[in-house]
């Protein structure tokens, strides 16, 4: 028997089949629910449907791929018909190689990319996208694709560290090249795109082991920034402050008050991880990720892996009742709802200063002799993704 939400998803779909004419009305409609799901993420405000399938896209999409010939759409739609037809790989490939085949390309470094994501699938691995991704590198705005090349790089790392610090420098080395030399018809590229590029890179290399050649690319780096003082405003920054933290000690983390755990709580216990996740509890990607802090810590238990959700007074102070009681008591039943199994400790604003924290949520990965070993937004921690798989590393260290 189906279940319930299929038998109604497909109710929904074959009376709303009859009421597109283009497949770019037809993809609208199919990912509606992710796009408002994501933009409340984004606002920092709790969605209306507090979680989501991430398939629902790919599922309308399937249904209504359909009713689309592609020999019957042309221009701008062919682009439309390979984002509806995800599902459906070699439809959604012969329609957005048609797409890059033609001169109207808006699109175009949005369908590259999802070329190179078509050819992965088809193929089952990321050395044949590559050459794709290269084209990006060299030629298009980077800005709307940037976070799915660190995806790519990201998940290439699971399984094949090397390749994926391969991957890494050529990136950094093709941005940092057109930062500094421009070239006719080429979108220019920020520092902010190059220090990211470059911040990644040098993460790559420690977790390979390569230090000395991380070094040496954050040392390029720092000098970027100190000959341009005023390019360097966003993310790019940030990025860097984190790259700098890497394989250093620790800064401290002060308790003003302890949730959950003893008073005398210490952040930092020679022997064992520590992973510390910066939050507040209006911000709804924080909350989702409490319940996996939960798990991971249920995972490896306290003796291996120590798990703290970090916050201060100051960033929860919109709340309606903003005493420091108050505030405590919120978070403790955030705490008891999401994530029972860890601690929360209400830090100083000097802490997220130190740890460069401006925006949540951040989580930070300190090795057993304390040093940082990772800080960024990264916030999946299965063992398939990345920073999970080097959480395993660092515990059976």
Known sequence: MRPLWLLLLCGQLASAQTKFTKPSEAYEYARRPLTEWETAIREHRQPATPTIR????????????????????????????????????????????????????????????????????????????????????????IDPVQAQIDAVIDDEATRHPEKALEWSHERYEILLDRMRTEKLGVPPVSLDCVLSAGSDFVHQCYVVGETEQG??????????????????????????????????????????????????????????????????????????????????????????????????????????????????????????????????????????????????PVVAIVDKIGRVRYIGREINFEDDDSLGALIRKLIEE
């Not at 890059?100 to 193929?123: C, N, V, W, Y």
């Open 54 to 141: 991430p398939d629902i896209a790919q599922q309308r999409g399937k249904a209504l791929c359909p009713s689309f010939s592609l020999d019957s759409t042309s221009g701008e739609e062919l682009y439309w018909l390979a984002k509806l037809c995800e599902g459906d790989h070699p439809k959604a490939l012969a329609a957005v190689q048609r797409y890059l085949a033609g001169t109207d390309l808006a699109h175009a470094p949005d369908a590259r990319m999802l070329f190179a994501l078509l050819q992965m699938r088809i193929t089952g691995n990321w050395e044949a996208a590559w050459g794709t991704i290269r084209t990006i590198l060299q030629g298009d705005p």
């Open 215 to 360: 070094t040496k690319v954050l040392d390029q780096m720092n000098g970027l920034v100190n000959s341009h003082p005023t390019d360097a405003k966003n993310w790019g920054g940030e990025d860097l402050h984190w790259a700098n933290l890497e394989m250093h000690p620790a800064p401290p983390v002060a308790v003003l008050k302890m949730l959950g755990r003893s008073s005398t709580f210490s952040a930092f216990q020679p022997g064992r991880v520590e992973m510390i996740s910066f939050f507040f509890l209006g911000c709804a990607p924080c909350m989702e990720e409490l319940s996996r802090l939960n798990a991971l810590q249920k995972q490896y238990g306290e003796k291996r892996l120590q798990v703290t959700a970090v916050t201060t007074y100051k960033v929860n102070s919109y709340l309606t009742s903003s005493t420091h009681s108050n505030i405590e008591a919120s978070l403790e039943k955030g705490r008891l709802k999401n994530a029972p199994g860890i601690g929360m400790a209400i830090t100083s604003d000097e802490t997220l200063t130190s740890y460069g924290v401006y925006g949540f």
